[in-house]
């Protein structure tokens, strides 16, 4: 039992060392991938500090709306939710996601503290968390798909068929989730139809009655569900400014905003992929390949030091959580040691049925 228990712990501690070496260890390679001229422009060029700063305050203000957002989606499923309480767990998420290299994921944690709140309503909050997240992301590929609707691929360059492709992919996706979603939420009676048919089904049945009405909830909120997607666009048009104006803030010539609103959002589909934690590495290689294959008139900025700047910005919003950990009263902290024993679980293949 001794030898067991000393094994139990050295897999947790190799574990929890992986989760902070594997970000260290990607962002030296990226560093490492800039090159000596790079370097030497981002020395010579004078910053912009106010810029900086003003891409700060608008990155604060883009997070703390998806935090007004999650918090009139929980309420949509009936949970009783304040916004300090949004704002509180939605900063120890963001945290969570920063830092984990993906066993304690924010989204585990705010689906475990909510079905703890409301025993009855596990599924609800669960389904909350997944429709949060699904927002985010369609807002996401909304933006990407609009600005590709006025963006032209030039004919001449390297990337046009690449690009083509991810235009193509891009529509794809953005038809493909407003025909679900409409269906979901103005569906009607066919929808009810359709959950109950699948609730009968030998294999599948008893997660689709379970999980069926939670989804459908939004269709008595179709305003919310609505302002929900109108918010997710504002979020992330304002996180592609603040992208925008930090590398206004290092470089003399930089591809133009409009540029960014096809850059930007590329590189946020890509990071959302669970290749990396945080997308780090795979948002900054993207925005990179990006800053050259997008802009009509060539520059000199590094799409590779812009997105690590704007990770910088990331980790000062992430100190934010950390004062929040600080503060957490015992039912959060409780959430977090859940979610972590969660975490551990789903990592080392044992299953935790309680």
């Known amino acids: 039992m001794t030898i067991l228990l000393a094994m139990h712990n050295h897999r ?34 004078p910053k912009n500090y106010p810029l900086l700063i003003s891409a700060l305050l608008i990155a ?11 918090c009139m989606l929980v309420r949509c499923q009936g949970i009783e939710f304040t916004m300090l ?25 705010k689906a ?5 709140r409301r025993p009855g309503k596990r599924i609800a909050a ?57 269906f979901l939420v103005f569906g009607g009676a066919m929808v009810d139809r359709l959950i109950r048919w699948g609730s009968r089904l030998p294999v599948v049945g008893g997660l689709v009655l379970k999980i069926g009405p939670p989804l459908r909830m939004f269709h008595h909120h ?22 925008y104006l930090i590398a206004r803030a290092l470089y003399p010539s930089v591809p133009t905003l409009g540029e960014h609103f096809v850059i930007v959002p590329i590189g946020m589909i890509a990071s959302a992929l669970p290749i990396a934690p945080a997308g780090l590495g795979v948002f900054e290689g993207m925005i990179e390949w990006l800053y050259h294959a997008i ?12 997105a690590l700047v704007f990770e910088i910005v990331k980790l000062v919003l992430a100190v934010i959580g950390i004062v929040f950990y600080w503060t957490a009263g015992a039912e959060v902290r409780q959430s977090l040691e859940k979610a972590e024993h969660v975490g551990e679980g789903v990592e080392t293949g044992e299953s935790d049925e309680g």
Not at 101 to 106: E, I, R, T
Not at 112 to 116: D, E, M, R
Not at 295 to 306: D, I, Q, R
């Open 12 to 45: 947790t501690i190799l574990i929890n060392l992986a989760k902070f070496a594997i970000p260290v260890g990607i962002i030296a390679y990226l560093l490492y991938r800039i090159t000596p001229e790079q370097w030497q422009a981002l020395t010579e060029n």
């Open 60 to 70: 604060v203000c883009a997070i703390s709306i998806s935090f007004v957002r999650w």
């Open 85 to 109: 309480e949004a704002f509180r767990l939605g900063s120890i998420c963001f945290l969570l996601n920063f830092v984990s290299a993906g066993s304690v994921g924010g989204d585990l944690f």
């Open 112 to 116: 475990i503290f909510l079905a703890q």
């Open 126 to 182: 669960v389904a909350s968390v997944l429709v949060d997240r699904g927002v985010g992301l369609y807002g996401v590929v909304l933006l990407a798909a609009g600005a590709f609707l006025v963006y032209r691929v030039d004919p001449n360059s390297d990337a046009y068929d690449n690009m083509n492709r991810i235009k193509a992919g891009t529509a794809v996706v953005a038809l493909t989730g407003t025909t679900v979603l409409m």
């Open 222 to 243: 179709p305003i919310a569900f609505g302002a929900s997607i109108v918010m997710s666009l504002i979020v992330h048009s304002m996180l592609v400014l603040s992208i």
């Open 295 to 306: 802009p009509a008139v060539p520059t000199n900025a590094s799409g590779t030091v812009v």
